[in-house]
DNA sequence: CTTGCCCCTGACACCGATGTGAACGTTTAG
DNA sequence: CTAAACGTTCACATCGGTGTCAGGGGCAAG
């Protein structure tokens, strides 16, 4: 398929595939008139890039892992697993800080809360200016 | 204590101190001639800040919540507590994002090292470019 | 009083990263 | 042939973060 075609299974937009394929997160095949071209495997790469970026990971960081994702271990692939390996423990202490950021969340949230619950306090409306 | 106790304490520079109380994420108490002082409680609310940022909160949605982190529900509860609502089902949904780009490089970790580990391949240096 | 250290504001510039718009030329498909 | 789809490229925007410089004040010890 096309750019536009896989733009359309993915609902990312033809510039953003284009950019991924910049900051080599993305390979395509190319006509030889320059198109390219992708396979339905492309989809789901595209979906996995997305999720690693959504997870935070750096361009740069997922294009080192790129040809590992295309075929297993080519090139490369002892260091892609060193990466993988570092990202790994990147992702797991980031989950730490969201669980602790949650937690501290709650806790300003339920005190709040509790707060606002008191009869005490005669401010009702909180529109005032 | 002054900004410079502060940043000491938090290790975060004079410099970003002011920027965020310019980004309306950090208040302080200023004497007659205009320094800025704070108390031991403001060490924690630079960390809360800090954690904040680092969970992907914006400087405008963290702003939204610092009147409920000064003290309980003053104006603004209201507002405030919707954008923690809000804001805690982003975190939550962050949380499953990051557990499941880990369950991906997991896997793609796995194939991998497994493919490494097959005898069947004679390319051991990988330092051919 | 002077010296020295800390602080204030405001501005200008710059970085790296992600993401977009738009212009303009080429290729493909009906 | 024409229109839709594609290609490249340049510029711009946002966001968080930083360095730095200028010009002014606060405050305590010597």
Same mark, same amino acid.
């Given at each position: 398929?096309?750019?536009?075609?896989?733009?359309?299974?993915?609902?990312?937009?033809?510039?953003?595939?284009?950019?991924?394929? #910049?900051?080599?997160?993305?390979?395509?095949?190319?006509?030889?008139?320059?198109?390219?071209?992708?396979?339905?495997?492309?989809?789901?790469?595209?979906?996995?890039?997305?999720?690693?970026?959504?997870?935070? %990971?750096?361009?740069?960081?997922?294009?080192? %892992?790129?040809?590992?994702m295309a075929e297993p271990s *080519?090139?490369?692939?002892? *260091?892609?697993?060193?990466?993988? #390996?570092?990202e790994r423990a990147r992702l797991?202490?980031?989950? #730490?800080?969201?669980?602790?950021? *949650?937690?501290?969340? #709650?806790?300003?949230?339920?005190?709040?809360?509790?707060?606002?619950?008191?009869?005490?306090?005669a401010e009702p409306p909180d529109?005032?200016?």
């Open positions: 398929m096309r750019i536009g075609e896989l733009s359309a299974r993915t609902g990312v937009s033809r510039r953003m595939l284009r950019y991924y394929e #910049d900051q080599g997160l993305l390979v395509s095949s190319r006509s030889p008139s320059g198109q390219r071209h992708y396979e339905d495997a492309h989809v789901e790469r595209v979906r996995l890039v997305q999720a690693f970026l959504a997870a935070g %990971m750096s361009s740069g960081t997922i294009a080192e %892992m790129v040809p590992c *080519r090139r490369g692939a002892r *260091r892609a697993l060193a990466v993988m #390996d570092h797991s202490s980031a989950m #730490d800080g969201l669980t602790a950021a *949650r937690s501290a969340l #709650d806790q300003l949230i339920e005190v709040n809360r509790t707060y606002l619950a008191e009869p005490h306090l529109g005032t200016p």
